[in-house]
């Protein structure tokens, strides 16, 4: 084993090791501070905002496990941890440069692979704390949707493709200076937060996964009738919402990239107040259907209300605000069921949670932002929409984008999967699968000292 | 020697450990089973979507008895679990060969 | 179902619409942060303690899950989550033009309803982003006083009555610019962080709620002597409690509602060590009685050194603060054998942590407050209590408003659970009860794959 | 038992009560905002990172009990939380002094008992808190290597011997102007956020309790062959390294102690690379190993690497951070086996991951550091390491701290468990162990709802 | 009368419980249990050690029927539980002496 | 055949089965319990309030046998179940009419 230790090592330093001969810019950070002496703020605005967004690891890591069974809880805990562990490495060798180097004809970046050389330098690296942070949002979305059948090591893999590709390019597009940013509509297509980046891309992802896997084993009945399978923990499922929530907003105001932005006030209380309209419609509307007080949705629609405020938080007001989270709400609930009725097994509501609302967070830009904010700057151009005057052309821009997200993120996704399973199989045996990939999977039973039921 | 098994709800277990300690019967095993029978199972719902629930937590009490004793026992928890409705339960009474005290050893009757 | 939708929102949409007419302020910041430059510092500052503070939402809610059964979690998840639905909602429509709008002979305020208007400002937003926090941990409390008997719906409707009415309009009073901060006594009546404004309240409407409802089965037995009901998770509890006092570090400091009060540093360590005395005397007190280590008590006591430390946490020094902390330990452990032995069923002890320590922590300002600081200023008027030469005076002015507000909410609490109990009734059926609230209020088992005992 | 509260409460009065009369410097903060108007910022900044490191408490809770079985869960809460409580009231009375107080010699403070006189000022306020949490974090790490058969009064009169004496001494050579800072080698023994001072201290603590309690009944069978204890909880233990992971975002950032130092933003993002390198490697080795994809070993890999970094996480770029984490993983792994086929039973593998890595972490600066940052400055004199031409000047000095390091808190830790096991027994009897600690030494299960195994 | 007592695998439940529904006999009780026998215990793993489980989660479903009923209903459950590897599990029968329901104070065949 | 009913301490089932494996009986149902009998319950105690607890954890092994071997393995369990504290448990024996090895349709003394 040692000797795999040494070699494993060896080739590490060397591969990384280049990186360190180039020349570095400001890795003290003396000359940027004596640059600008307000800076400061700033990067404790950005790296606490960071440590949130991080923090929605364990969230995502809760809300998975709470819907899903006692005896998937220990996979379920190994993938959401392992996506942001690749995408820590991966990202920073790669996906980085991709996103946020130099633009090459709009398509992608091409520089800072292994944040080697100039990007030796405390502004890089603030930069790529922020950018690392969102991409393992994205990936850690998709681990919902594909829950309870798919392989750790098909999981393993598929982070690598998602921070390395798939959430880099389409980033570049949006956050790099690339071509959708530039479109000629409104102020070209916006994504204040990553309604789309982020949510969109991950929820799509995870529609083409749980199509590749198909359904569990018993979600749907021999008439195809879709079957509830309740979630192990009700407590874990709330405590990650609450975490989720305290998480975004790091996501949404520290997206101004700075402090100097008064905005974030503002930022914030949209933030809280589209997650509240969400919830709140989303259990009226299942009180309506069932005449109960369904906890598991509302987790949902509070969710899908922060997914769809996320990209329109900055140029929109309170009312707008609640709105757009009440539209969440539905949304979700429309959708949880819609794919459902299709067939479509997504054991937390992911791809209507993020998938869906991230589409509509797009959208809602064109059609409330309220013209008094610009792009992460209080000066022209201002993102104007629908309600306030703007005309048509800033929807224009964001549908454009919504579409190409949903297409890429499901068309990468897609053949990602498909790849891996010609390979080598996606998916556990039913026999696993029965009795839940805990033991066959890590050898690691998640409650040995309880007694639980494994249907 | 007879063995009376009770299949009861599950809240009426405080009552009859009382009422059997009182007919000098401190010795019980107890479990908690999941019943089915003519009583309706739940229905359920998670995350907007309904589901039934066919079987109903009950707790299964088991008492050795001596044969002189049983009839009252099996009376005695009759009238305590009770309620009239579907899912009051069953009581089972089969035969017995033989009690070992492990404590001491003692067997038969002594021993129960 | 979609017709239901719609016209939901539509309402929504002309209700709110109305807000966007009236000219805004500084929505932008840019103003603002011309005529302030350092104030980005202190909107990072409060913003992030704000967020702080909601995250105490996550720890109420699984202290009180931890504190009670299994068969109940469901549905304290649903609580804790709609009353801070709720409170977002209703106190950005109503609560906060109540609380801090234009004062009417310092009774309530008359100005920012809906946050619209001139309000659309991104100082206003702050302060709303602030004020909302506070208004949900007021209402959250309560939760735990009511636990395991009351309906959800009575819980919605109750969660409204407090965060547009008895929450902010006594908040008015001691923040707001009205009558008891005027106080001819002392300082007038001061209550730095909220002892009295956010935990008597929800303690003794907590009171109110407990009283109305009455014991949960089996909490007495037939001569009425108390009978423990262990909770369900002790690393819950113990964890809601870490997560408690992690947010009070935003709760406390962050009062201050600058960063440019250096002051917080003394504000961050007074919080913390009456977190530790309270814990440390509760666990003594229960171990001298019983000689085991009581936990739920530690714990309880922990809660209660920091509610009681919130009122003066800035006016005092450490040693202050272990004193005011020690008591607190002490108060929680003879309140609650205090209330139990009268027939009051106070499931997690709310009553005893919040309601009488929220009134020890207004009393101690009067004793302890060492004169070295003002209000939220470093100038004159300082607060000076008995110890240190302040005379009675101070210590009046916190005795009236702390009788004011035991009053208030004990008085509003119980009118508005016993009208609710008239119309329709607020608790659940005994068999209900029993079989927990979960699956009748709610179709959802908390724990679907655990063997678990509904005891 | 009322007659003891106020007894209780009257020697407190006094004791503590003598701070009061002493002077005070600047308890508002008023001359320290005119002396330096940028202090706020760092006063935000050291705040809110203390804050994240208090959390961590929740995340060594989590993880511990995690980690171990449910039958001794609520000793574990209790032990977790009562080591923070006493730190806070010891710290403050002796650590702090003896640790930061005016230098005696180079061997240990004098000065600021009880916080009193003159240290009533709030950047010494500020400094307090700082070290406090530090030293909660030093104390709570011994408790997952004594688990679930250690005393909880032993544990407890432990927590006050670490926090009045253990800590503080070392910690003042090191940081408080001790000798091991002034070593004529390189910069002098450094040690940036504490991998010796937190870490290796708790770690060899904890061996030197392991080693005196024994192994936990059934740990070896009869021919001393280790076997496998799985704790009760992945889910928990995995919500526990997150906490831990989002934490040292405070840990290791905020030991800059100061916002205008940039270089922040580099220490963060190093702190979370080697996280995910150690995660990587420890998951990837077990799964040469064993074939299966350990999870439990993941995350003791990714505290591992956590560990390692806290020392150099300031003077090293990228690449350097993620081959010391990927060591570290490799180390965790290693020294899991290699403990246990030496008899030592370790619970969650504290000495592991805190004792070796903390040992690596200091190491690895006089291999990595690469002369581009100072001591906690921009400027000279720069820490620069093997690897980057320092020569072995830098790596004396920290092969000597990690010797002094081990010794002392090994020793000491032997000698006060040693003592404290001649006086009164410092293990539960074989029975009280069987049956877990919960019930014998707190009365309370942890799960008394759900149906659980006690084996 | 005879006490049918079954022990099957987890996953055969569901199969079973609509069967005897069938077959007349909704009423049954169903307890978790943990077998041992021929099949191998399972092995698994903590923090890189692996260890051996000797129980195997099991599922006994225990009804008392109709001495005339007893034949089919065993053959009706070996049918069903079968997939010919080791641990398929057991069926044993025993006598009972008499059944009551609670509800009613019925005896005998009529209670069942 | 004889069911041999064993409830004893939790503590003791590791031992057990080892022996019985020796005896050639690896075949066994273990339930967990709640036993209530001579054997005081506990005092456990939540935020400051003791409550007692009368029913202790106990472990139920049910084991099917030869009538011919039911003596020794009666008297094995009695030995290893031994404390000779109260509490240390009871052994039942119950007449069986018949056994079926699911796997295979065998019946009678050749399917235990
Ligand atoms: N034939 C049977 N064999 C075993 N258990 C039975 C049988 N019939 C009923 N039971 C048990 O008794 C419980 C109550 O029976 P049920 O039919 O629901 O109500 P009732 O006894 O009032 O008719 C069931 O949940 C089941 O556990
Ligand atoms: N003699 C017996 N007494 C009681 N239970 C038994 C006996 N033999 C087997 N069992 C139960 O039947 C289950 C399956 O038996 P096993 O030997 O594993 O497979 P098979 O029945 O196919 O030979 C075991 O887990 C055990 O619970
Ligand atoms: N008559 C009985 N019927 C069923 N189970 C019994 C009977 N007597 C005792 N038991 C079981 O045996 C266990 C031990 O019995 P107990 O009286 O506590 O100690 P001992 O057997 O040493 O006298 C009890 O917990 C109970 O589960």
């Known amino acids: 084993m040692f000797r795999k230790i040494t070699a494993f090592l060896a080739i590490f330093a060397v591969t990384i090791g280049m990186a360190c001969l180039a020349f570095a810019q400001d890795p003290s950070g003396a000359e940027t501070l004596a640059k600008n002496p307000n800076s400061p703020v700033d990067y404790v605005w950005i790296l606490v905002c960071g440590f949130l967004v991080f923090f929605m690891q364990a969230g995502f890591a809760m809300v998975e496990a709470g819907f899903c069974r006692a005896k998937n809880a220990t996979n379920l805990m190994a993938k959401n941890t392992i996506d942001f562990v690749m995408a820590s490495l991966i990202f920073m060798a790669f996906g980085f440069a991709l996103m946020m180097g130099n633009d090459y004809r709009g398509l992608i970046g091409t520089s800072g692979w292994f944040l080697h050389g100039e990007n030796y330098d405390v502004g890089r690296y603030l930069m790529f704390f922020w950018q690392l942070v969102f991409a393992g949002t994205a990936a850690t979305i998709v681990s919902g949707a594909v829950a309870e059948r798919l392989k750790f090591k098909a999981y393993f893999l598929y982070s690598i493709l998602v921070t390395a590709v798939i959430y880099p390019i389409y980033g570049h597009w949006v956050w790099g200076g690339g071509w959708l940013s530039k479109l000629p509509f409104g102020a070209g297509h916006v994504d204040f937060a990553g309604s789309g980046v982020v949510h969109t891309i991950g929820g799509f992802v995870g529609l083409a996964g749980a199509l590749v896997l198909g359904p569990r084993f018993g979600k749907f009945d021999k008439d195809r009738k879709p079957r509830a399978i309740p979630g192990h923990s009700i407590t874990l499922a709330a405590l990650g919402t609450f975490i989720l929530w305290f998480g975004w907003f790091g996501f949404n105001p520290g997206s101004t990239f700075s402090a100097h932005q008064l905005r974030i006030a503002v930022v914030a209380v949209n933030t809280n107040l589209a997650a509240a309209a969400g919830a709140a419609v989303a259990i009226l509307l299942v009180y309506l259907k069932t005449k109960k007080w369904d906890v598991g949705m509302m987790l949902n629609g509070c969710l899908a209300g922060l997914v769809a405020v996320t990209a329109p938080c900055a140029w929109i007001e309170a009312w707008a605000a609640v709105a757009i989270g009440a539209v969440a709400g539905a949304i979700v609930v429309v959708g949880v069921y819609f794919w459902e009725n299709r067939g479509v097994d997504d054991p937390v509501g992911a791809v209507s949670v993020h998938g869906l609302n991230g589409v509509w967070g797009l959208i809602s830009v064109g059609i409330f932002a309220d013209g008094t904010y610009g792009l992460g700057s209080t000066s022209e151009p201002f993102v104007k929409g629908l309600l306030y005057g703007g005309g048509y052309s800033q929807l224009i821009a964001q549908l454009i984008g919504a579409a190409v997200c949903v297409s890429w993120a499901f068309a990468l996704g897609f053949i990602g999967f498909k790849l891996m399973d010609k390979f080598f199989g996606i998916r556990v045996s039913p026999q696993e699968e029965l009795k839940g990939l805990d033991i066959p999977e890590h050898g690691t039973p998640a409650y040995p000292n309880f007694y639980t039921y494994s249907n | ?112």
């Open chain 2, 1 to 112: 020697m007879k063995k009376i098994e009770a299949v009861v709800r599950v809240e009426k277990l405080e009552e009859l450990t009382e009422a059997l300690d009182k007919f000098g019967y401190p010795g019980m095993m107890v479990t908690h089973i999941e019943g089915h029978g003519r009583q309706k199972g739940l229905t359920e719902q998670f995350r907007g979507r309904e589901y039934k629930v066919n079987f109903l937590p009950k707790i299964k009490i088991e008492i050795v008895v001596k044969d002189a004793d049983a009839d009252k026992l099996v009376k005695a928890i009759t009238g305590i679990a009770r309620t009239g409705e579907i899912g009051d339960g069953k009581i089972f009474i089969y035969p017995v060969e033989d009690t070992v005290r492990i404590r001491t050893g003692e067997k038969g009757d002594g021993a129960i």
